[in-house]
Structures are given as C-alpha cells and as structure tokens.
C-alpha cells in the first residue's frame, strides 16, 4: 500500500533533505521514525531535496506501507511524538501503487523572506539586508528569467542530474504587510542550490552592483562563477508542491 504524507520542517539542524552518510538528515529521520512505529523498514521518497538548513513550510512524500493503514490519526500522533518539534507530520492518505511523490508533481514553489530592517523577532527565518534594494529593478531581472530555460549558472557544481533544464512560470519580489520582502519562485523542477543563487544574484542587482542585462548575460554564460553568491539557507522555504 502506498502513501503520500504532507510535511513541513524547520531545517537548521539537518543537512538537507536526503539521506546522506556522517550527516543528520530530515529523510533519514523520518524513514527513522515510520519504522520504529510500523516495525517494519520503511523508506520514504520527497517531491525535492532541499539543501543543508532550508526549511520547508510543505514538503510531500510517499511511502510503501507492508499491510493497509488501520488508523492514520494514531500514526500521526505517534510519529509526531518521536519526530520531536522541528518536523510535522500533517497528513498521511492512500494513493495509487504507482503515484510517485517527486515525478508525478507539475510544480514546486520556494520563497525567500528578506527585510531591510532591523529586528530581534525576524531572525531566523528572514534575511537582514544592511543597505538598500531596488526591488523594481530586481523584480524586471526576475520576470527575464522566464525567458530562458537553461539555468546552469545557478546550479552547484558537479550534480548528477541529466539536464539543467527547468521551466520558470513565476517570480517575483512582493512587501507584506509587516514590511518583510519575499520572493517567490514557482518551476517545474530546481537545480541544487538555485533559488539561493537566483537570489544572491537578484541582490547583486538590487544594489546596482549589475545590470538587468547583465544578470541575463549571467544566465547565457552557463557559468556557476559568474553569478552572484549562494545566500544563506535559514531564509529559504519549499512553499508547495502542486499534482
């Protein structure tokens, strides 16, 4: 019987998603947990692998269950006993044989929270930027990035995936009402460490350092050197994944 689960967690004590040897992982912990419980071994597949300190406000997953699920709300209350308070477990529902957490989904959404203000209540989740933006002109850099579909210059290098390939549909920087920015990215699929390229780069721009048409030249060169720096994971969320 298979699973999807729907998540969020708060990843500054894990080191991305995937399991990984000599690191502590949200995977690992989870694949941990569901086997403690359902005492058999249980492996769990995500719709994305975030990296080292991301968090993630929903992230899916699916699981092979060995016999049908009798009562999902005791499994719940179980496995969010043991998982401890910086992941939660929302719901666990059955789904074809076939569904598959990471290929089936059409979209993923990250946001990225930004403040140019000082305060004591945004830290960890929000980036202090000490100098100013321009965000208008971030934003024009932003809506250009739909018109390309090779985003090799926002990739962490040496990664085995086939292509570099992904499909941008939206991005763009907003102010809420409490005065933090955000920047919200929606595609079809994301390299390693891309939205936190993205947004270094953007800053670059933000702060007149680069051009718009620069930072699209950054994009032609296919060149991780030439974009801006990786910013800080604590401020990076997978928002939602779509099916």
């Keep these: 019987m298979r699973y999807f689960m729907r998540l969020a967690y708060n990843g500054a004590c894990y080191h991305g998603w995937q399991v990984q040897p000599h690191a502590v992982t949200v995977q690992e912990c989870i694949e941990r947990a569901l086997t403690t419980v359902m005492r058999s071994p249980i492996a769990v597949t995500g719709a994305g692998r975030t990296d080292a300190g991301v968090n993630a406000a929903m992230m899916v997953a699916h699981f092979d269950a060995p016999a049908p699920i009798a009562d999902v709300g005791l499994l719940l209350r179980q496995l969010n006993s043991i998982l401890g308070r910086d992941i939660a477990i929302y719901d666990i529902y059955p789904v074809a044989p076939d569904a598959h957490a990471r290929f089936d989904a059409t979209s993923r959404t990250y946001k990225y929270f930004a403040t140019l203000t000082k305060s004591p209540f945004n830290y960890p989740f929000t980036w202090y930027c000490r100098t100013p933006l321009d965000f208008e002109l971030m934003n024009e850099a932003a809506r250009r990035m739909m018109d390309y579909t090779d985003f090799t210059s926002f990739s962490k290098l040496h990664t085995d995936v086939a ?26 699929r994301f390299l390693r460490n891309m939205v936190r390229a993205i947004v270094g780069t953007l800053v670059e721009v933000g702060r007149h350092h680069i051009t718009v048409e620069e930072f699209c030249k950054i994009i032609e060169k296919k060149d991780r050197c030439s974009a801006g720096t990786s910013m800080p994971g604590n401020a990076l969320f997978l928002w939602e994944v779509t099916y």
């Excluded at 499909?167 to 990215?185: C, K, L, P, Y």
Aim: charged share 30%; proline share 0%; net charge neutral.
């Design 163 to 188: 292509t570099n390939n992904c499909r941008i549909t939206h991005a763009r920087w907003e102010r809420e009402q409490d005065g933090r920015w955000v920047f919200t990215v929606t595609a079809d």
